[in-house]
């Protein structure tokens, strides 16, 4: 079941607020890449799922849903749209970022404790892309485990982040999880669990050019 | 149904979660995972690059994750500040001396680990033990050591 765009309405204000956050506006792909990632660790950071919407594309994970959103919300006068090109008559490209009655909005949408405590996983999100460069946010998506097997097998069909055992990620964090609340002095923090996926995909990444480098 | 997760991710995860700064987080859980392994690898370099000046003697270090304009650690700060007995020399995340606190050590008995290890109590302390070895720890626990002869370690 995909995400109507209204209900990624909220996504994108958030996603936004927080590149916002960091002074970045975002292009449509890197928009939906941030998305893509707090969809991926929303099972984790909550315990809670939500609707999987998110398919592999040519440049990413991509759902209709979030770029239906950001129009919509750049037609109502929340984001700003800038830099805007035509590539081809289909496929419009610009630079997103929240308006001022967009920050409102989201400070409004901030007062109910569900959606604060989304802003919270992506502003978690937010600081650890920025750590490392947001140009890096494509390399940092595609080394994420569901998504990479997804591609690795070709699979067009929806990306799972809503199921426990299909989302890689969530598995992969929730053992280490449960590996660090043995014997720690105190249990795993939301905002560690993210950090260790980001930390995870970073020493994939390096994995991955040493074998690269060694076979060529 | 079962769904193979991938090696690479697997041997990924492990590797995280063996690293000095996960240890420490475990044990001193303000200690910020991911900004720490920077400090880590940045304390070991500096130890691997100034161990010849440093030799075969006893120091320790509280490391702390707030910024400060404090002046950068050399190993004659090191030499010159444990003259008179061992103390332990506070840093900030970029290496630079905080404070230097007194650990009650006569000048002809530096701190050994015991002294260390319990000068951790709610934070993290490096020990350099002599020209091979670094350890760490946290909260009274040994929280990793790193072999400085072996620059893949």
Redesign the interface.
């Known amino acids: 079941m995909r995400r109507p765009a209204d209900q990624r309405s909220k996504d994108v204000l958030l996603a936004l607020s927080v590149a916002g956050d960091f002074r970045q506006t975002l292009n449509r792909l890197q928009l939906q890449k941030l998305v893509y990632l707090f969809d991926v660790l929303a099972l984790s950071w909550r315990h809670v799922g939500s609707p999987r919407g998110f398919r592999p594309w040519h440049n990413g994970p991509y759902d209709a849903a979030v770029q239906n959103a950001v129009d919509a919300l750049a037609f109502r006068g929340f984001v700003a749209a800038t830099d805007v090109a035509f590539r081809r008559t289909r496929n419009a490209e610009a630079r997103y970022s929240l308006t001022e009655a967009g920050a409102q909005a989201v400070d409004r949408l901030a007062e109910n404790a569900a959606i604060a405590n989304d802003l919270q996983l992506l502003r978690a999100i937010g600081a650890e892309i920025d750590h490392r460069g947001w140009k890096k946010i494509k390399e940092i998506v595609y080394s994420e485990p569901t998504y990479n097997r997804a591609r690795a097998k070709s699979e067009m069909s929806e990306l799972p982040v809503n199921n426990v055992l299909e989302n890689l990620s969530s598995r992969l964090l929730s053992d280490l999880k449960r590996a660090f609340d043995m014997d720690s002095a105190e249990p795993m923090s939301a905002g560690t669990l993210v950090q260790a996926l980001f930390a995870i995909l970073d020493q994939y990444r390096a994995q991955e050019d040493r074998t690269v480098s060694k076979t060529a | ?3 193979p ?2 090696g ?6 492990e ?3 063996s ?1 000095v700064s ?1 240890k420490i ?5 303000a200690w ?3 900004r720490g ?1 920077t400090i880590i690898d940045a304390l070991t370099a500096f130890f691997r690059r100034h161990r010849d000046e440093l030799g075969e003697h006893s120091f320790g270090f509280e490391l702390t994750q707030t910024a400060s304009t404090a002046s950068p650690l050399t190993p004659r700060r090191i030499v010159k500040e444990n003259r008179n007995g061992s103390v332990l020399i506070q840093l900030d995340p970029g290496l630079n001396v905080v404070a230097i606190k007194s650990l009650n050590c006569a000048k002809d008995d530096p701190a050994d680990e015991g002294v260390l290890s319990d000068a951790s109590a709610n934070s993290v302390v490096a020990h350099y033990e002599g020209r091979s070895l670094l350890r760490f720890y946290a ?1 009274g626990f040994v929280s990793g050591r790193v072999n400085l002869d072996d620059p893949s370690a």
């Open positions: 149904m079962e769904i997760q991938s690479g991710h697997l041997s990924a995860a590797a995280i979660f690293t996960m987080h475990r044990r001193v859980s910020d995972f991911a392994q909260n």
